[in-house]
């Protein structure tokens, strides 16, 4: 996993498929790489819309092609996890792949009914638009490497803004069915 900043802007990926090992000397309960971005409290959070979930998944497939990769599929499932993700880290203020009540999103996805082969997320937290987070995403070398995973084939974003109505979190989810 990785964790960048822009300008005051958090981002954090990484492969989640039951692989990821914490740094050295740190327990596999805690999560080395959350950030307390705001003060917890009330969220504003959404439901993806289709054409959010579209436009996303082309902006993704836009990167894929140039690698050579098969396009990824805008599933509603996996948006309606990353929304709930995206809410959840919004309530607690904090930007982390860690939910309140899940290690990870591939625990979310099972409980979701997607039955994963490999699951992956990128993250982040801060005052920016759709477009922006992917196109920072893209610029990130860890982020832009869970978008061009090969076996992935679905795909799902959601956003949530924090308490202080400005923070904007966001979560992508990145997926191959077994």
């Known amino acids: 996993m990785?964790?960048?900043r822009f300008s005051g802007v958090a981002l954090c990926c990484g492969i989640l498929a039951g692989c990821a090992q914490p740094p050295a000397g740190v327990s596999a309960k805690a999560d080395p790489y959350a950030v307390q971005v705001s003060g917890p409290g009330d969220a504003t959070c959404m439901t993806t819309s289709t054409g959010q979930n579209r436009d996303a998944a082309n902006a993704t497939n836009a990167v894929r092609s140039g690698a050579g990769l098969p396009p990824v599929r805008p599933d509603p499932v996996l948006a309606r996890v990353a929304a709930q993700h995206a809410c959840d880290m919004a309530k607690?203020?904090?930007?982390?792949?860690?939910?309140?009540?899940?290690?990870g999103p591939g625990p979310r996805v099972k409980a979701a009914g997607y039955a994963p082969m490999v699951t992956a997320e990128n993250i982040a937290a801060g005052p920016f638009s759709q477009e922006r987070v992917l196109a920072e995403?893209?610029?990130?070398?860890?982020?832009?490497?869970?978008?061009?995973?090969p076996?992935?084939?679905?795909?799902?974003?959601?956003?949530?803004?924090?308490?202080?109505?400005?923070?904007?979190?966001w979560a992508a989810v990145y997926a191959a069915p077994k």
Do not use: C
């Open 2 to 4: 990785s964790l960048t």
């Open 92 to 103: 607690r203020g904090r930007m982390t792949h860690k939910g309140s009540a899940t290690a």
């Open 137 to 149: 995403w893209d610029a990130s070398e860890g982020h832009r490497a869970n978008m061009l995973i």
């Open 151 to 169: 076996q992935v084939r679905d795909y799902g974003i959601g956003q949530a803004i924090g308490p202080d109505g400005r923070t904007r979190f």
